[in-house]
Structure formats: structure tokens, C-alpha cells
């Protein structure tokens, strides 16, 4: 594979987060390869892996590693290189650069130090599990990684136990099935989708409730690749007339009426005046008790 013939645009000086395939090396944009032809520099997680991407593409820009490691140190030299007038590319070993990978403290200097930032957007497992997972994507919260502890993953999970949204992971298969089952144990049934090796030979989707994804794990070992985990959204709470009145009762105890009802309208999603008119009612009645 190579690029075009045409000659190489000039592109205006700044830093140029450029996406790069997350499997199948042909989801590169042309602009991305036009970008990374005409840097002057690319910075890259791990030169091995970035020099599979230029030789495929003939980017012959000099690469140089900036990661969590050593981005401290890197950050000043980039912002004179980026003073100087050059062209700096940010890529990541694949995918979106930022999207749990480094770059978010340079793009945030750079753009402090007034100097322009360019996105060339392409491929991110995100976003490719997201559109063959199944799911409703209107809301969704990527929570990155889940810690790799226990107790920590517990905790990762129970701090979002209350989204009713679709949640997005990224995972590795030695860690899913006690991811799953931590998700079994926070929310009953919750349906999960494993979208695995996206965009390459194996690309796999596999769909079910968390419990049942976890015990065909256990059984047949864990899956190989790279994995998006995705969880179905969960209906809100049904309040039943019931439910609401018991709620309004106890909010009466420490608010007032106007107060219960639009406290309650936002907990129950109900009317604010059905809960107002219930709420008046409720209180005359324990007036005259
Ligand atoms: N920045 C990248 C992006 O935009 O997707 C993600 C980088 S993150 C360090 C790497 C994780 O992304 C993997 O461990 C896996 O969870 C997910 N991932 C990357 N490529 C994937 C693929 N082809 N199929 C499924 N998941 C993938």
C-alpha cells in the first residue's frame, strides 16, 4: 500500500491528532495519510508499532515516542517545535489518540499556549463497537479501562450503578469474565455485548446477559484480542401511584409542598402537577387527622 503521487500539501503549523486504523491498516483516512506524509515530526506510543503504519503508507516523518512515560519531559520540546512553525503529528498504536491513550495534557498546553490544534479524525473501537453492538447509542458513558483489583472494579462500577445509559468499556480477555461477573453482582440480568478484534479477521459480536457471557468464558477460556465490552441501557424505575405517594410522604416530612413535588418530579420522572396536586392532598389529609 502507498500513498498518491500528487505532491504533499502544505499544512499550516500545529499539532495534527491524527487517527489510525485499530486493526485493519486500509480504515486510514487519506487525510491522515496526507497529514502524517507532510509532518515534520509524528509523535507515537511505540515507534515499532507506528513504523508497521508509515512504511504501509510511505510517511517518511522521523517518529518520536510520546507516552505517559516520558510526556513531562517531551511537552516543552514539542511546544518550540510548534513555536519554530513546524507540523506535529500525534498518533497512538491505534485508534483516536486520547481516547484512554496519552495526549490530553500536550493538546491542553498547546491550545493554553494560543497555538492551533487539528483533529484528523478516523477509526476508534469506541465508536466501531458501538455501531454493530446493537445498542441504543443516543446516550452512552465510556468508562475506559475497569480497574484491573477487585475492589476497585466494584467500586468503578457502583459509581455509575444509577446510569440508566448504555456503558462502554475497554477490556482485556483475561480480565472479562470477573469483570462480568462484577457486573452480574451490581446489576441482576443486565444483558452485555463482547465486540472483539474489530475490523480484523476474527471480528466477533457476542450478545447476552452478563452471567451467561461469564460462564461460556469459564468453560471454553478466556477470548483472545482486543475487547469492547458494552452494556444494554436499563429501563428506569416504573414508580407505581403507590410508590410516588410513599416518596411525597416522606419528602413532606422536611419539605414543603412546592418542594416535595418538584423534588419527587425529578426522582420519579412523573408529572410535577400530579405530584403537586397529591402532595396538597396528602397534607390537608394529615392536617385533619
Ligand atoms: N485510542 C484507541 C481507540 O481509539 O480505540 C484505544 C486505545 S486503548 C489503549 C486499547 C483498547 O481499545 C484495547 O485494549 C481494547 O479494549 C480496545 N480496542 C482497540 N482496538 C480494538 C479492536 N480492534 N477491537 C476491539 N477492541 C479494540
Known amino acids: 500500500m502507498t500513498g498518491n503521487s500528487s505532491p504533499l500539501p502544505t499544512l499550516p503549523s500545529g499539532l495534527y491528532v491524527t487517527a ?18 507532510a509532518a515534520d515530526i ?4 511505540d515507534s515499532r508499532v507506528s513504523a508497521r ?5 510511505d510517511i517518511k516523518a522521523p517518529l518520536k515516542a510520546y507516552h505517559d512515560h516520558n510526556g513531562d519531559q517531551m511537552r516543552p520540546q514539542v511546544m518550540q517545535w510548534l513555536e519554530d512553525g513546524k507540523v506535529i503529528a500525534l498518533i497512538s498504536d491505534a485508534g483516536t ?16 499556549a494560543g497555538l492551533p ?9 469506541l465508536t466501531a463497537a458501538l455501531s454493530i453492538a446493537g445498542v441504543p447509542t ?15 472494579r466494584r467500586k468503578a462500577l457502583e459509581s455509575v450503578q444509577d446510569l440508566t445509559a448504555t456503558l462502554v468499556f475497554y477490556e482485556t480477555g483475561p480480565r472479562l469474565a470477573a469483570s462480568l461477573q462484577a457486573i452480574e453482582q451490581i446489576w441482576p440480568g443486565r444483558e452485555a455485548v463482547i465486540a472483539r478484534e474489530l475490523s480484523k479477521l476474527h471480528e466477533e459480536v457476542r450478545s447476552g446477559p452478563a452471567l451467561a457471557l461469564a460462564e ?10 482486543e475487547i469492547v465490552l458494552i452494556l444494554h441501557p436499563v429501563a428506569p424505575q416504573q414508580w ?27 426522582q420519579t420522572g412523573l408529572p410535577r402537577k400530579e405530584l403537586y396536586q397529591l402532595a396538597l392532598d396528602l397534607k390537608s389529609k394529615a392536617e385533619m387527622k
Open 216 to 225: 461460556e468464558i469459564d468453560a471454553k477460556g478466556p477470548p483472545k484480542g
Open 42 to 45: 509524528i509523535l507515537c506510543e
Open 117 to 125: 490544534v487539528f483533529t484528523v479524525p478516523g477509526a476508534s473501537a
Open 97 to 112: 489518540p486520547l481516547i484512554s491513550d496519552p495526549g490530553y495534557k500536550l493538546v491542553r498546553d498547546v491550545q493554553a
Open 53 to 57: 503504519l508509515c512504511r504501509a503508507y
Open 240 to 266: 407505581t401511584p403507590e410508590q410516588a405517594q410513599s416518596l411525597l410522604q416522606d419528602l413532606l416530612q422536611t419539605n414543603s409542598v412546592k418542594d416535595a413535588a418538584a423534588q419527587a418530579a425529578k
Open 20 to 37: 489510525t486504523p485499530i486493526g485493519n491498516l486500509k480504515d486510514m483516512t487519506f487525510r491522515a495519510v496526507e497529514t502524517l506524509q
Open 138 to 152: 443516543d446516550k452512552f458513558l465510556f468508562g475506559g479501562f475497569l480497574p484491573a483489583k477487585q475492589d476497585a
